[in-house]
């Protein structure tokens, strides 16, 4: 599992991976992405929102970032207010939750609402 400030600091390292799939399962969204040979799954654990637009057969990430109400106010005010649109919260914000805002070169942006992030490094064949 990865901490707060651990799952923060993965900015910009997802720029231009490519992202191969989407997994939606009991709470959680699993992203898999590659880079070259590299690829990486990020579970998303406690997701109570998401919002994903433009998915393509081909999409590749422009900026990854992770944002929280204490480092990132503006900005996270903002991709809450675009899951509010969506999909309006009837119940009250919970305490320590975090967006995962995707946007991309070529294809599907993403708002994420999650509780913390796990991220297991694969080889590619």
Known sequence: MVTESKAIQFENDLHDWYIDGVMLLDGSLSLYVHFYEEQKIIKFNGVTRCLINELLIKNIIYEAKILSAADHHDLFQVQIQRLDETYPRKWA??????ILQITASVGADFVVEFDNLEIKQLSRA
């Open 93 to 98: 914000e919970p305490t320590g939750i975090h």
